[in-house]
């Protein structure tokens, strides 16, 4: 996966709403992965990064974010 590749994340939590009007929706794609060590959920997950801050969100069900890749409408 390229790190050029865009996603937008969206909160469907208020955590998950107040982070993105604090941080921003637009996120660069590092990684993309079945499983990671620190959580037992189910993957996959995705290694999102903006302005050199890193945060792992899990596409399948996470309870804070939505994803969709720039450009899907």
Same mark, same amino acid.
């Given at each position: 996966?390229?790190s050029?590749?865009?996603?937008?994340?969206?909160?469907? =939590?208020?955590?998950?709403? *107040?982070?993105?009007?604090?941080?921003?929706?637009?996120? *660069?794609?590092?990684?993309?992965?079945?499983?990671v060590?620190? =959580?037992?959920?189910?993957?996959?997950?995705?290694?999102?990064?903006? !302005? *050199?801050?890193?945060?792992?969100? !899990?596409?399948?069900a996470?309870? !804070?974010?939505?994803?969709?890749?720039?450009?899907?409408?």
């Amino acid at each position: 996966m390229s790190s050029q590749s865009s996603v937008q994340l969206s909160g469907i =939590s208020s955590f998950g709403k *107040h982070w993105i009007a604090a941080m921003g929706e637009s996120w *660069h794609v590092l990684k993309i992965t079945d499983d990671v060590l620190f =959580s037992k959920q189910c993957g996959p997950w995705m290694l999102l990064e903006r !302005n *050199h801050f890193q945060r792992w969100v !899990n596409l399948s069900a996470d309870p !804070n974010f939505s994803v969709k890749w720039a450009g899907w409408f």
